[in-house]
């Protein structure tokens, strides 16, 4: 029988119709179940007092029990409690017991959507175990991420924290591995300085002290790494010269640039505009007390929206629909175009029996947003309890199309008591609404101008540092300035050691230092000079080869420095360093979940530490590749033959 | 004699312009007190500059040994052929294999420019023109007049712009930087690096430059443009030769003292200097429930409290067995420049936390 050619994208649309289809059906069957419960003319509006709450379960380890008090209590996240089960959850999968481990955690999401923990830990537990499931974990972080504006602004202030981490770490350790390569640039003219007061030998180790000292007074190492570097300034090649601008951009950049965001880089505080606290709202449980401080937040700040928002939030959750109609509305006159207001109004309206003015609300708030579900939905309910069923299913089939997953959660969630009606869709802020907010609140002055963690890098305090890193620059370059003017270090043309004009040999054109000089006077012919010259480029390179060698294999980075490969370096090194920070997991500006219990405890990640082996291993491999027998400048032949000529015999 | 006369009334330029123009064949010969020069044209070209053989005077032998093309002993074995045989200089040089036929040809043209130069600066001599055919030669040499002029005309002005950088033949020159490796020099700029060296005088340089003098003078005017080589004295006319640089005197151990304490003074003083950087940043001073850096840890006291309550159903006795049950290590319950107070009621059911100052 042949078959008929149907496109994939006809296949998909039909199945979601058909799903969307079934949803609707079951939801008309639920709603008509539960409108033939209840009276379908307008009802005596609930008691706006709150009822007594239910008792917390006898049995504090029954996940079970726990879960069904939630419900009791109209589902709000129960943190602790998410916590609590977390826990048990890691020691359970510890010890071996993978089902109820995973049940745990599985249920501490649940207790509190919003803990990000043990969505991880089950991501990590099925990601050798069981990929389709550790999918749908991270679709569900995903997801979080998308609709959540604390986890939002957490992962924001996160990537960009530790990304300008990164780059500068990897920035300061090409710079030093740059500066101490170019060291004797300035050591030299150092040492040929003080050889005029100090004898050669104290004046060898003094140069080295002088080095050594601007890293031994306690500023850091980026500041002089960036005098040192700005002395070596002539002898720098281009990239290096561009990793010197690049370190001293971050150390000027960095500081400045996170004062002026500052205000965006803490988690939402109570006393601070423009959310005082209110930014993590959506599933908290209401409480009489935080109730209260809302409403004296509200007396305080009467312009802000947020504030009357959340009032009226909480009290909806505490049962006092009175206060939060009373500030939902107050709220829609700051926010005039906000469409869940009139949502969340409309729903008030429905449970005060005014179905009315409830539909009249709902439509303003699709009138404000077409495409979201949120209105329709609840529109398809209350035109299912008038009995206007060809209407609601209109609506409904509107919303699913709108928002498959929100009308498909409603529908599970009233599945689980049968009989009840299903619940209005309230609408809690998008995160754009928290974003506007917070990019347009003016920026308060900060007494802390850096997070907590970059306090320990005197480098990057901010202002106070920022002129002292400009002088370190200008200083740098003023001595390099001065030591190219008095007294020009340059690089032996065979094997690249450092000599001035005070030691060097110089045979036209070319300098050669006290023992590439001495080569070249053993010789007699040009022929045999090169062999000479090129036997000791040899053995200056095998001495310093092993330790090269050595240091390439334990420092990322390092490797393709030394093959004149700056720019791979850099790279390297900002993954490596991104595997490092990942690794001793370097405490951000704020955390996201409370650190307790587990999260309390350092943890290792393995999966950075690979990365950091996996930087580690390409300088390793690009130091081994490109170093070559090899790959020093040659001296011109044709430069030897007259340097030769020249030389004076031996007899 | 076709053609004679003064210097004085009519300019070199004027006469080889003339024979130029005119297609003239023959030799033009040039004399004044020190120097006698034979210049051959072919139909208004150069066709050479020296007689056949090899003249005691023979421009191109002095020229060759002028720019150290040859060494003084191949010169000598030169000279020893040409006294057996009587052969021409140059075929002595392309059958000996001495120097490549292109190479002499490029030597030649430099060794008319240089003669052309040095004759257009002669203040007075005579001149006379001859129609003969030039010599035979195993080179054929055909030289624009034309360019030659040019170019001699363009040297003669640049002589006098170096002449301003660098008067007097008495300066000592020195190296100031060596230049770049990547830097373009001609291989006569670089052999004037061998001959810069704070000792010998700009007119030393120029005769031991293996170049003719407008070459070595332009070399050097280049140099100094650079910024590679410096005027570091002059000498005296008679004045001895400089010898070595002094050695650096030896140092005393009172020197040596008192610039070690110095050093060591400069490191106490840096580390003075820098001590405010040092300090830590004073705390904001405010409770750790409203400091923006504590208030993170508070809130874990805070959320470990509660957990503690989710879990056995009372709060704790004391804030310690939090860190006990492994809700909370020691140190999240320390706060700068605070301490915790924790009260619990009987029954466990409430608590109340506050922060004091130590």
Redesign the interface.
């Known amino acids: 029988m042949p078959k008929l050619a149907v496109s994939p994208r006809l296949v998909r649309r039909t199945r979601f119709l058909a799903a969307a289809g079934a949803l609707v059906f079951v939801l008309l069957l639920g709603a008509s179940r539960s409108s033939a419960h209840t009276a379908p003319t307008v009802t005596a509006p609930p008691k706006t007092a709150p009822t007594l709450p239910p008792a917390p379960p006898t049995n504090r380890n029954d996940l079970t029990e726990w879960l069904e008090y939630q419900r009791a209590l109209g589902s709000p996240s129960l943190p602790a409690v998410a916590q609590l089960f977390y826990r048990r959850g890691v020691e359970t999968l510890r010890s071996g017991g993978s089902e109820d481990g995973v049940r745990m955690l599985r249920g501490s999401c649940q207790l509190d959507p919003t803990f990000l923990a043990p969505r991880v830990a089950l991501l990590s537990f099925f990601g050798t175990r069981d990929v389709s499931q550790s999918l749908m974990e991270l679709a569900r972080i995903v997801d979080l991420a998308k609709t959540y504006f604390p986890f939002q602004h957490y992962l924001t202030i996160q990537l960009a924290y530790h990304g300008a981490l990164v780059l500068f770490l990897a920035t300061l350790l090409a710079a030093l591995y740059v500066a101490w390569l170019r060291r004797e640039a300035v050591r030299h003219a150092y040492a040929e300085f003080l050889s005029q007061f100090l004898s050669q030998r104290l004046a060898a180790v003094s140069s080295w002290a002088l080095l050594a000292l601007p890293f031994l007074v306690g500023i850091g190492l980026a500041l002089p790494t960036l005098f040192t570097l700005g002395a070596a300034w002539p002898s720098l090649r281009k990239s290096e010269r561009a990793i010197a601008f690049l370190l001293l951009g971050f150390l000027v950049l960095l500081p400045l640039g996170y004062a002026s965001v500052s205000p965006l880089c803490y988690p939402d505080h109570p006393q601070r505009a423009p959310f005082y606290g209110t930014s993590d709202l959506a599933n908290a449980p209401s409480t009489p007390e935080r109730l209260a401080e809302l409403e004296k937040l509200v007396a305080d700040h009467p312009d802000n929206p947020f504030l009357h928002f959340s009032t009226a939030w909480m009290a909806y959750r505490g049962g006092d629909y009175d206060l939060a109609r009373s500030e939902f509305q107050a709220t829609q006159k700051l926010w005039p175009n906000e469409p869940r207001i009139p949502n969340n109004l409309g729903n008030l309206a429905e449970i005060g029996g005014r179905n009315d003015e409830a539909e009249r609300m709902y439509h303003l708030a699709s009138a404000l947003d077409p495409s979201w579900a949120m209105p329709h939905y609840n529109l398809g309910q209350l035109y299912t309890r008038e009995f206007r069923y060809a209407q609601a299913s209109e609506e409904l089939a509107r919303a699913a199309s709108f928002d498959f997953d929100l009308v498909r959660n409603l529908q599970a969630e009233a599945q689980l008591h049968p009989g009840d009606p299903l619940p209005p869709a309230w609408g809690w802020l998008g995160p754009n609404t928290f974003w506007d907010a917070m990019l347009s609140e003016p920026a308060t002055p900060s007494t802390m101008p850096v997070p907590a963690s970059w306090r320990g890098w005197l480098e990057l305090r901010g202002r106070s540092v920022f002129w002292v890193t400009l002088l370190c620059a200008l200083l740098g370059i003023a001595l390099g300035t001065l030591i190219r003017t008095r007294l020009p270090v340059r690089q032996c043309s065979n094997c690249e050691n450092a000599v001035c004009r005070r030691c060097a040999s110089r045979r036209r054109d070319q300098v050669f230092c006290a023992g590439c000089s001495a080569s070249l006077r053993e010789a007699s012919t040009p022929e045999f000079a090169r062999l000479l010259l090129a036997r000791r480029r040899r053995t200056v390179r095998r001495a310093s080869g092993r330790w090269r060698t050595a240091f390439s294999t334990v420092l990322p980075g390092l490797g393709p420095v030394f093959v004149d490969r700056l720019g791979l370096a850099w790279g390297a090194l900002v993954l490596g360093m991104a595997g490092l920070t990942g690794f001793v997991g370097t405490p951000g500006p704020f955390p996201y979940d409370p650190r307790v219990g587990p999260l309390s405890s350092m943890h290792f990640n393995w999966a950075a530490f690979a990365l950091l082996c996996l930087a580690l291993a390409i300088s390793l491999v690009t130091y081994l590749a490109l170093r070559g027998p090899d790959k020093l400048r040659e001296v011109e032949p044709e430069s030897i033959k007259r340097a030769v000529a020249r030389v004076p015999r031996a007899a | 004699m076709a053609l004679q006369g003064s210097l004085h009334e009519f300019a070199l330029w004027e006469i080889v312009q003339l024979l130029s123009s005119q297609k003239k064949t023959g030799c033009l010969s040039l004399r004044n007190n020190q120097e006698a020069v034979s210049i051959y044209f072919l139909d208004g070209r150069i066709a050479g500059a020296r007689e056949p053989g090899l003249a005691p005077n023979d421009p191109l032998m002095r020229f060759l040994r002028r720019v150290r093309w040859l060494s003084e002993e191949q010169l000598r074995g030169i000279e020893s052929l040409n006294a057996e045989s009587g052969r021409d200089l140059v075929d002595l040089l392309i059958n000996g294999r001495y120097v490549a036929a292109e190479e002499l040809e490029s030597l030649y043209e430099r060794m008319v420019l240089d003669l052309i130069f040095r004759m257009l600066r002669w203040e007075s001599g005579d001149y006379s023109f001859s129609a003969v055919v030039p010599p035979e030669s195993a080179l054929r040499i055909s030289l624009s007049t034309d360019s030659i002029l040019m170019e001699a005309a363009r040297r003669v002005d640049e002589y006098k712009r170096q002449l301003q950088q660098l008067p007097d033949g008495h300066l000592i020159l020195g190296?100031r930087?060596?230049?770049d490796?990547d830097s373009p020099?001609s291989?006569e700029?670089?052999?004037l690096?061998?001959l810069v060296?704070s000792k010998r005088t700009l007119a030393e340089i120029v005769q031991e430059a293996p170049t003719t003098d407008y070459e070595a003078m332009e070399g050097l005017a280049r140099l100094l443009e650079c910024r590679w080589i410096e005027i570091v004295g002059k000498r005296e006319v008679g004045g001895e030769v400089r010898e070595e640089l002094l050695p650096?005197p030896g140092?005393s151990r009172t020197?040596?003292f008192v610039?070690?304490g110095m050093?060591a003074g400069?490191?106490l003083l840096?580390?003075l200097i820098?001590a405010p950087?040092?300090s830590?940043?004073a705390p904001?001073g405010l409770p750790p429930d409203?400091d923006?850096?504590q208030?993170?840890?508070w809130?874990?006291v805070t959320?470990?409290l509660?957990?503690y309550?989710?879990?056995?159903?009372a709060y704790p006795a004391q804030l310690d067995d939090l860190v006990q049950s492994?809700?909370?290590?020691a140190n999240?319950l320390k706060f700068d420049g605070y301490d915790l107070r924790y009260i619990r009621a009987n029954d466990g059911s409430t608590y109340r936390l506050s922060a004091a100052k130590k």
Do not use: C, Y
């Open positions: 190296l930087e060596l230049p490796p020099l291989d700029e670089k052999e690096f061998g060296d650096v140092v020197k040596e610039l070690t050093l400069l490191a840096l580390l820098t950087l040092r830590p940043i904001s409203r923006l850096d208030r993170s840890r809130n874990d959320m470990a509660e957990v309550k989710a879990e056995k159903g492994e809700w909370l290590h999240q």
